[in-house]
């Protein structure tokens, strides 16, 4: 068997695997998993309505899969993705609210690159440190995360805002809002976000396999002292991918704070989305077309899991335990490719 053919197959049987076992926990808790599965179906297809949420969600999943994608295939594991959603997001609500008289060519634009930049920034960070320090990416990413989740949250509250929870809404030139999307979908949030984050896939893809820039960025991931003994800049390009990761990252943050809210308000917590990109870029093979896919399908357990306590009394944290359920199946994916190349070679036989 090809090994693309098992690159395929591992993450379809991951899900499966995932799903499989969810219901065998729905039987056991005293759920009917038919009835589960079908609320969660019709969570995400029974109304337009709900696909243009599907949707909605799918937006920062793909951009935030990217920006974990985009790190790990060239070596770095950027588990701040969350971090540098949220100061992506401020920044975006940043420039939506401190201008009101720019034309939306201008406002729009301007505020989806303070996103880029803010998350670049926050990847550049620890970019640096592992650079010139040898610094673990791992280590400065966490502590990264936590540092914008409170910076951020005292920046709303004692420097855009007079010591409130939340900032204005954004001006309408610096919205992603669609009336047309809304129109369609039954007045879902869905907005015009989605095609920004289908042009970053594009984006990545072309970077990474068609460019020179990113076949160093991949060389270094493989192999640092080959690429410097080829006279490639090693630091340099560790740096800048953690940079683009950042990037895609802040972007992510963008969509919320551009599209679906249209604030920036103090959070209690993390918003997950950053940490969940790691789930999407892993069972999409680190893949851009992958992460599209795996984005889709977390999109849709997350907007379906809302249904399951209405239609079938299922508790939605059960979705949860079938994602992460997915995630330790992807994670044990050596496993499954034992098993594929093992019954491949018996049927050879």
């Known amino acids: 068997m090809s090994n693309r053919l098992t690159n395929i197959l591992i993450p379809v049987i991951s899900v499966l695997l995932g799903i499989i076992v969810g219901t065998i926990i729905m039987l056991v808790s005293g759920y009917d998993p038919i009835a589960g599965y079908a609320a969660l179906w019709n969570g995400i297809f029974g109304e337009i309505y709900y696909v243009g949420e599907t949707i909605r969600q799918v937006t920062p999943y793909i951009l935030a899969g990217l920006a974990v994608a985009f790190a790990f295939r060239t070596g770095l594991f950027n588990i701040g993705v969350e971090g540098q959603l949220i100061v992506g997001w401020l920044a975006a609500v940043w420039?939506?609210?401190?201008?009101?008289?720019?034309?939306k060519l201008?406002?729009?634009?301007?505020?989806?690159?303070?996103?880029?930049?803010?998350?670049?920034?926050?990847?550049?960070?620890?970019?640096?440190?592992?650079?010139?320090?040898?610094?673990?990416?791992?280590?400065?990413?966490?502590?990264?995360?936590?540092?914008?989740?409170?910076?951020?949250?005292?920046?709303?509250?004692?420097?855009?805002?007079?010591?409130?929870?939340?900032?204005?809404?954004?001006?309408?030139?610096?919205?992603?809002?669609?009336?047309?999307?809304?129109?369609?979908?039954?007045?879902?949030?869905?907005?015009?976000?989605?095609?920004?984050?289908?042009?970053?896939?594009?984006?990545?893809?072309?970077?990474?396999?068609?460019?020179?820039?990113?076949?160093?960025?991949?060389?270094?991931?493989?192999?640092?002292?080959?690429?410097?003994?080829?006279?490639?800049?090693?630091?340099?390009?560790?740096?800048?991918?953690?940079?683009?990761?950042?990037?895609?990252?802040?972007?992510?943050?963008?969509?919320?704070?551009?599209?679906?809210?249209?604030?920036?308000?103090?959070?209690g917590g993390f918003t997950g989305v950053g940490f969940d990109g790691i789930a999407v870029a892993l069972l999409g093979g680190n893949a851009a077309i992958g992460v599209v896919f795996a984005a889709l399908l977390f999109g849709g357990l997350k907007v379906g899991a809302l249904n399951m306590p209405l239609d079938a009394g299922i508790p939605n944290e059960l979705v949860d335990i079938i994602i992460a359920l997915i995630i330790f199946f992807v994670a044990s994916g050596y496993m499954i490719r034992y098993l594929i190349q093992r019954f491949s070679k018996k049927g050879v036989k």
């Open 95 to 103: 420039v939506g609210v401190a201008f009101d008289d720019l034309p």
């Open 106 to 267: 201008i406002h729009l634009p301007l505020a989806i690159i303070a996103a880029a930049l803010a998350g670049a920034l926050w990847g550049f960070i620890p970019g640096l440190l592992k650079a010139k320090f040898r610094v673990h990416e791992v280590i400065v990413t966490i502590m990264m995360n936590y540092i914008a989740l409170h910076v951020t949250n005292a920046i709303i509250r004692d420097v855009i805002t007079d010591r409130k929870d939340r900032t204005e809404m954004i001006a309408d030139t610096a919205s992603l809002k669609s009336p047309f999307f809304e129109s369609l979908t039954d007045y879902s949030r869905l907005h015009w976000g989605i095609f920004i984050a289908l042009a970053c896939v594009f984006i990545m893809w072309f970077l990474l396999e068609k460019t020179t820039r990113g076949y160093e960025l991949r060389s270094v991931g493989f192999n640092q002292h080959a690429s410097q003994y080829a006279g490639m800049n090693v630091n340099g390009n560790i740096i800048l991918s953690m940079v683009i990761s950042g990037a895609f990252a802040g972007l992510a943050g963008a969509m919320e704070g551009l599209g679906t809210f249209g604030y920036a308000s103090i959070k």
